[in-house]
């Protein structure tokens, strides 16, 4: 979900220095070790004796004979040691490709795998429409409803998906301004009122009114959005869900939590997982994507800050999450 008022990138392309480097772990392991031997060079060339007392040149010529056997040596091993950095870096290389190979299948198995469920559903609804034409109008009506909820659910899919891919692949055209948190979270629980209302729940925004950062106002209203969409579908009828905000040094630290049955420990460290499901049935059913919880610990982690899950006390779920202050 974006902010509908807000862009999300910026169309200027901002380029790292550091990557150019492109120091990889062989360069480095080569370059410190070959450091290593101008440093002996250097003290051989310079100082006669081992206890580094005096500075005298070379009399003998026995000494640059020694001298030059010991550059010839150098240069042996520094070719020995590129070679090895470099199949060490085009190992590590095919590592992380492979790696990252596995990762990219998953994920569009998992892609795959939630489209297909809203297409199956529109295709049937809308098969059956059309080889009905004396359908009933209710029943008519009704498949058609059905099949603008699945499409609906399938935009905010589609729209998840490209939002994560624009926050891997493009972070650094993130537009960074002068937010008001207060204020975006004030418009989510007008915009969510209805939903708490029709579910007995309760919202209390306990966050203070001048809590400014700078940060993206788009990707902040879909951290925001996304965590109050989890509890309305997950925290369960006459649920209270509370937001608060303590100002640290630097930083605003953030407590979302409701007092809902919870989570059990063993999916707490998966819950930002793309796609991750504790109930596939029951998120699916709620029309949940199964990317919010991601999308939320991706907006914190690119506005500096770090985010935790916990048990709420009695029960119910707690995140901890901070935001870098306005600077």
Same mark, same amino acid.
């Given at each position: 979900?974006?902010? &509908? %008022?807000?862009?999300?990138?910026?169309?200027?392309?901002?380029?790292?220095?550091?990557?150019?480097?492109?120091?990889?772990? $062989?360069?480095?392991?080569?370059?410190?070790?070959? *450091?290593?031997?101008?440093?002996? *060079?250097?003290?051989?060339?310079?100082?006669?004796?081992?206890?580094?007392?005096?500075?005298? &040149? /070379?009399?003998?010529?026995?000494?640059?004979?020694?001298?030059?056997? +010991?550059?010839?040596?150098?240069?042996?091993?520094?070719?020995?040691?590129?070679?090895?950095?470099? @199949?060490?870096?085009?190992?590590?290389?095919?590592?992380?490709?492979?790696?990252?190979?596995?990762? @990219?299948?998953?994920? #569009?198995?998992?892609?795959?795998?939630?489209?297909?469920?809203?297409?199956?559903?529109?295709?049937? =609804?809308?098969?059956?429409?059309?080889?009905?034409?004396?359908?009933?109008?209710?029943?008519?009506?009704?498949?058609?409803?059905?099949?603008?909820?699945?499409?609906?659910?399938? #935009?905010?899919?589609?729209?998840?998906? +490209?939002?994560? !891919?624009?926050?891997? =692949? *493009?972070?650094?055209?993130?537009?960074?301004?002068?937010?008001?948190?207060?204020?975006?979270? %004030?418009?989510?629980?007008?915009?969510?009122?209805?939903?708490?209302?029709?579910?007995?729940?309760?919202? @209390?925004?306990?966050?203070?009114?001048?809590?400014?950062?700078?940060? !993206?106002?788009?990707?902040?209203?879909?951290?925001?959005?996304?965590?109050?969409?989890?509890?309305?579908? =997950?925290? $369960?009828?006459?649920?209270?869900?509370?937001?608060?905000?303590?100002?640290?040094?630097?930083?605003?630290?953030?407590?979302?939590?409701?007092?809902?049955?919870?989570? *059990?420990?063993?999916?707490? +460290?998966?819950?930002?997982?793309? /796609?991750?499901?504790?109930?596939?049935?029951? %998120?699916?059913?709620?029309?949940?994507?199964?990317? $919010?919880?991601?999308?939320?610990? !991706?907006?914190?982690?690119?506005?500096? $800050? #770090?985010?935790?899950?916990?048990?709420?006390?009695?029960?119910?779920?707690?995140?901890?999450?901070?935001?870098?202050?306005? %600077?």
């Amino acid at each position: 979900m974006r902010h &509908p %008022s807000k862009s999300l990138f910026s169309t200027k392309t901002t380029i790292n220095p550091i990557t150019q480097l492109d120091m990889t772990e $062989g360069k480095k392991m080569y370059f410190s070790v070959m *450091a290593i031997f101008l440093m002996y *060079a250097a003290f051989f060339v310079l100082f006669e004796d081992y206890d580094r007392s005096q500075f005298s &040149p /070379f009399e003998e010529p026995s000494d640059w004979h020694l001298l030059a056997f +010991s550059i010839v040596i150098m240069l042996l091993l520094g070719w020995l040691l590129l070679r090895y950095a470099q @199949r060490m870096d085009q190992r590590i290389s095919r590592e992380q490709a492979a790696k990252e190979n596995a990762m @990219r299948r998953q994920l #569009t198995n998992n892609i795959a795998h939630e489209l297909k469920t809203p297409v199956a559903s529109i295709l049937g =609804y809308a098969e059956t429409i059309l080889e009905h034409p004396d359908l009933n109008p209710n029943l008519q009506r009704q498949f058609i409803e059905r099949t603008y909820s699945q499409a609906q659910r399938l #935009t905010s899919l589609l729209q998840d998906i +490209s939002l994560l !891919n624009r926050i891997d =692949y *493009a972070p650094d055209q993130l537009v960074k301004e002068r937010t008001e948190v207060s204020h975006i979270v %004030s418009d989510i629980v007008k915009e969510t009122a209805h939903i708490f209302e029709k579910r007995h729940q309760t919202l @209390r925004n306990c966050l203070p009114g001048d809590i400014i950062i700078e940060g !993206n106002a788009s990707l902040i209203y879909s951290l925001f959005r996304n965590l109050v969409d989890n509890a309305t579908n =997950y925290a $369960g009828e006459g649920a209270v869900v509370e937001m608060t905000a303590t100002e640290k040094p630097g930083k605003w630290e953030f407590i979302f939590e409701d007092n809902g049955p919870g989570i *059990a420990p063993e999916h707490r +460290s998966r819950i930002f997982e793309r /796609f991750y499901r504790i109930d596939k049935g029951r %998120s699916r059913s709620l029309g949940g994507t199964g990317l $919010g919880l991601s999308i939320v610990k !991706n907006a914190v982690i690119l506005h500096g $800050g #770090t985010i935790t899950v916990q048990s709420a006390d009695p029960h119910g779920l707690r995140f901890v999450f901070t935001l870098k202050k306005s %600077s």
